[in-house]
């Protein structure tokens, strides 16, 4: 494809796509807060950065952001280290257990979410887990680690074995061939594992309302939603708090982008 | 050799992963372990920000006078407190305190996770609050009323309507006058009314208007009758037959048209007007008009909000709970309430003051209230909004008649009545 | 190395992945299984009895679950076919060598960054009647009929779907992007030298050889899309227009949260995760997805 070509079908769907993102800034701006606009114009009249200072400056914006960022780093860190360890597993041993193991991962993630809330509550008052940050991690690594495992294990799938058994040769032992050839291979799949390990609990709000109860503890989406009134939701605060919610969420994916472009991977590698 | 490492490494991942839940049970431990302080009351809520306000410092000023108890509030959402309230009961854990609207009593007692309350408070200490805010169920109080209300009142824009309509003939023509298309392009630019016209909670109006209503005494579903019938032909017919409010109308849209001064009307309660305002929205507040073939005025659901406490608050604690939600429900704290954010007091000294009478926005809302009816707050009113909800929403779509949705709605609240049970 | 140590070094890679899981899934399920067979509702919360397959046989007997399975499964079907070739094929396109890539794909990925409660209600508002963008646009820049997206059954289902592909197809993109690093720059050229076209390389090297990577992604999206209740509720604010707009989990959040029949929503649950279990051991024998492609 022709080069302006292919930079105005990219500028149209890039365009198209984020179409409904401009709305949501759009209410963010709304001096009135309402959520629906009632025309096409995306800048509405009296725009303000009015929610913006309330979200930042009147509320304990830092604090919410302190909290989510570390339970999203926390749930980034063990979902990259047993994910990575148990896709290896998968990928290159033959072992009792192995299919089972793989479904098992997979098998959690049918129940319908909403009935395991109960039970979960119950479980962590029982380990002392309700109303701290860590446990909400842990609650979030499980939704986080059967993505993660399988993708993990895909991507080694893809490595040669022939790589690691040359290493293994030359007694390199296990350990020293997972880290110093299979990880360093893996970069774009560790990319995607650590950031969606991150998102797993970023903007979540259904778990972390029954984890948590305390208000220094409040993550951003309990933060954003302890804006809005019963029955009357401010949406220019709420938009404002989503946008800057999402603006983390960038940042870290510009972070993995470098590992998802290629050149540093097994042909590059290999020469 | 390096597998002896690895191997460490990874023996170590499983302790760390096994010992955080020990580790973290003996941390909140020994928090526990200073008890010789003071009580400890926990308090859920789910009130606006400005009520929390409030009521944080409310509860500063009792712990002035009262040193040796320290309250905690968490606010929920109104769905969550409820929700969170029975997870953590049936957990083991949860608040001594729960404040909510007068119908999220009826499941939590249901389920037997609160205390009733005038075994602590007696049963005079109630006289003093209006009888549409003290209603049993199963032979027992479960709330402390503390503002009442929270009922739907038409509320209009007086840079568009002077004097509010006297009956429904007349709102439908001040409608219809305030409807404006200013480019001529057919669109409306303006509406003359506006409400959620999908929610059964803006139909209730009109159901009294007929003389219906969604409930008996005993708390069995009346949803087949005429009124019901003619509530939902009037609906309809704002929108199909007379245009008066918007095709696809539901709260967020109503909303919106008002706030930007695209609606001379809409039907809305407490919780909106200070949005409206803060739009540069002049407001007035009236009831909803008479009906004008009945001549009976609409009645909007009535309840209140107010303390209740759990069953699993220790006997010990009692005393102090009572203390504490005594001050909450009291006079000056209702006074406060009223005075900066408008919400009518349930004690009836109060209400006759001038408190209410200097305040034209109270006393419009006053006044509709005492037409209005009590919202049950049975359990199976879940069921009833639950059977009403596609029905109405049918007749509004033009999809069903409205004897035959009343027939509907009556039929699907039996059966999920009976499923609740079941 | 010793036999022993080399046959316990699998089970000590999965160890710690495997304990997380098993702490926070498996009580949950036990305790799901047990209530699904109790009456255990609001008037029975804290002393439930045991009532067998009860609520099991009421939900078999069900004259509408047939309907909403198969409009769940068209859903899911539905979803994630467009969020695998939307996202794999903006993956090919941002996966050049072209200016400002990143830019491109930063913002790509901002319908799966922003919270969804939001972006769910702004559809929604996008798609009202009178005043939502997209029948503005629909009548005003192409001069179609404005389009009753809450007014019948088959818009509305519609309208949900389009917003959840909107959400959904970022994540399959940034998956099919890290699927495309794995892919060594050396088969193109062999390809080339033999003479393959730019289509048959793609139908040959890049197809193929995403699959490992792109399988788990298209299991666990079924899975989650199955059960995805969020984006259909908020979308249809609860199943508009008259309760049409439901699929197989809405019956379970209703059960659960509407009328506390949590032993009903459990045994519910209990089928909707059988259902899925059934489909999945399928497409799993299909594609062999536990297998490696070398």
Redesign the interface.
């Known amino acids: 494809m022709k080069r302006p070509l292919l930079y105005l079908l990219i500028s149209a769907i890039t365009l198209a796509a984020i179409y409904p993102i401009l709305v949501v800034i759009g209410i963010s701006l709304r001096p009135a807060g309402s959520l629906y606009s009632t025309s096409l114009a995306l800048i509405p009249a009296g725009a303000s950065l009015e929610a913006y200072r309330v979200v930042l400056f009147e509320k304990p914006f830092g604090r919410w952001l302190a909290n989510s960022a570390a339970v999203s780093l926390l749930v980034t860190i063990v979902g990259v280290a047993l994910a990575s360890t148990a896709g290896y597993a998968f990928s290159r041993f033959r072992f009792r257990g192995r299919t089972v193991g793989m479904a098992m991962f997979l098998v959690t993630q049918m129940f319908p979410a909403t009935m395991l809330l109960l039970p979960l509550y119950v479980l962590m008052r029982n380990l002392g887990l309700t109303d701290s940050l860590p446990g909400l991690a842990v609650a979030y690594s499980a939704t986080a680690l059967p993505f993660c495992v399988w993708t993990m294990k895909g991507y080694f799938d893809s490595i040669p074995a022939a790589l690691e058994e040359a290493a293994l040769v030359d007694g390199a032992g296990r350990f020293g061939t997972f880290v110093r050839i299979i990880l360093p291979l893996s970069a774009p799949a560790l990319a995607i594992t650590a950031l969606f390990s991150f998102m797993a609990g970023w903007s979540e709000f259904i778990v972390a309302r029954v984890v948590l109860s305390s208000q220094e503890l409040y993550t951003l989406p309990l933060g954003l939603e302890s804006l809005s009134n019963s029955f009357q939701t401010e949406w220019a605060n709420y938009s404002a708090g989503a946008i800057l919610v999402s603006i983390p969420v960038v940042v870290v994916f510009l972070m993995m982008n470098r590992f998802l472009v290629s050149g540093l991977t097994v042909g590059g590698i290999k020469d | 050799?390096?597998?002896r490492?690895?191997?460490g490494?990874?023996?170590g991942?499983?302790v760390v992963?096994?010992c955080?839940?020990a580790v973290?049970?003996?941390?909140?431990?020994g928090e526990k372990a200073a008890d010789a302080g003071p009580i400890e009351i926990v308090l859920?809520e789910?009130?606006?920000?400005q009520e929390r306000e409030l009521l944080l410092q409310n509860i500063t000023a009792f712990e002035a006078e009262h040193p040796d108890v320290k309250i905690t509030a968490?606010?929920?959402?109104?769905?969550?407190v409820r929700?969170?309230f029975?997870?953590?009961?049936?957990?083991?854990?949860g608040p001594d305190i729960i404040y909510g609207p007068s119908d999220q009593v009826g499941?939590l007692s249901?389920?037997?996770?609160l205390r009733p309350v005038e075994e602590l408070f007696g049963a005079a200490f109630f006289e003093r609050f209006h009888e549409l805010t003290r209603i049993e169920l199963n032979g027992h109080l479960w709330s402390v009323p503390e503002q009442f209300g929270n009922h739907l009142v038409l509320v209009y824009n007086r840079a568009l309507i002077n004097t509010p309509p006297a009956d429904t003939d007349e709102m439908i023509r001040m409608a219809k006058a305030s409807m404006v298309d200013a480019d001529g392009d057919g669109?409306?630019d303006r509406y003359g009314l506006v409400f959620e016209s999908?929610e059964p909670f803006w139909l209730a109006p009109w159901i009294g208007a007929f003389g219906g209503w969604v409930m008996n005494d005993e708390n069995e579903p009346t949803l087949d009758t005429p009124a019901m019938a003619s509530a939902l032909e009037f609906c309809r017919e704002l929108k199909a037959t007379h245009g008066v409010i918007?095709?696809?109308c539901?709260y967020?849209?109503a909303?919106?048209?008002f706030?930007?001064g695209?609606a001379a009307m809409i039907v809305n309660?407490p919780?909106?007007w200070k949005?409206y305002r803060?739009?540069?929205i002049e407001i007035g507040i009236s009831s909803i008009p008479r009906m004008t073939s009945t001549n009976a005025w609409p009645t909007p659901m009535v309840s209140y909000r107010g303390y209740s406490i759990s069953a699993s608050c220790d006997d010990d604690k009692l005393e102090v709970v009572r203390a504490v939600v005594e001050f909450l429900t009291g006079a000056d704290v209702q006074r406060q309430y009223a005075e900066k954010i408008g919400a009518l007091p349930s004690l009836l000294e109060l209400q006759g003051s001038d408190l209410i009478a200097r305040d034209p926005v109270l006393a419009g809302s006053m006044e509709q209230v005492l037409r209005g009816q009590r919202m049950p707050i049975v359990?199976e009113m879940?069921?009833v909004w639950?059977a009403m909800?596609?029905?109405l929403?049918?007749v509004m779509?033009g999809?069903s008649a409205p004897a035959a949705a009343a027939k509907e709605m009556q039929k699907m609240a039996t059966k999920?009545i009976a499923?609740?049970?079941? | 190395m010793n036999g022993s140590s080399e046959r316990s070094l699998p089970y000590l890679f999965l160890g710690p992945a495997l304990l997380v899981m098993l702490l926070v899934v498996v009580y949950p399920f036990g305790y799901n299984i047990w209530i699904s067979l109790t009456n255990m509702n609001l008037y029975h919360l804290r002393d439930p009895t045991f009532l067998g397959f009860e609520h099991y046989r009421n939900i078999l007997g069900e004259p509408e679950l047939v309907a909403v399975f198969i409009k769940t499964v068209l859903w899911t079907v539905v979803n994630i076919f467009f969020h695998v070739t939307i996202g794999t094929a903006l993956a090919l396109l941002l996966n050049q060598e072209i200016r400002g890539r990143s830019v491109f794909r930063a913002l790509l990925i901002l319908p799966w960054a922003m919270p969804q409660y939001i972006t769910a209600l702004t559809w929604r508002g996008m798609f009202n009647f009178e005043y939502g963008q997209v029948n503005l646009i629909l009548t005003e820049w192409f001069g179609f009929e404005a389009i009753p997206w809450f007014g019948s059954e088959t818009w509305a289902f519609t309208a949900a779907i389009l917003t959840n592909i909107w959400l959904g197809f970022p994540f399959m993109m940034i998956v099919a992007l890290g699927g495309l690093q794995s892919i060594p720059e050396e088969m193109y050229e062999a390809a080339r030298i033999d003479g393959a076209g730019r289509w048959q390389r793609m139908r040959e090297i890049t197809l193929p050889l995403l699959r490992p990577v792109m399988v788990p992604a298209i299991l666990l999206g079924t899975i989650w899309t199955f059960n995805n209740l969020n984006v259909i509720w908020l979308v249809t604010n609860g199943g508009e227009p008259a309760d049409k707009s439901h699929i197989l989990v809405s019956q379970v959040y209703k059960a659960a949260f509407t009328y506390y029949r949590y032993g009903y929503a459990a045994a519910f649950s209990m089928v909707i995760f059988l259902i899925l279990l059934v489909l999945v051991i399928v497409y799993m024998r299909q594609t062999r997805a536990t297998e490696r492609v070398y």
């Open positions: 050799m390096q597998n490492y690895f191997r490494f990874l023996s991942l499983i992963v096994g955080m839940g973290l049970q003996a941390g909140c431990a859920w789910m009130m606006d920000p968490a606010h929920f959402g109104v769905e969550d929700n969170q029975l997870t953590a009961a049936l957990g083991g854990g499941p249901a389920a037997g996770t669109k409306i999908k918007p095709q696809d539901d967020e849209l909303d919106t048209l706030r930007e695209r309660g919780w909106s949005g803060d739009a540069g359990p879940r069921a639950d909800r596609p029905a929403q049918n779509n999809e999920k499923e609740m049970r079941s």
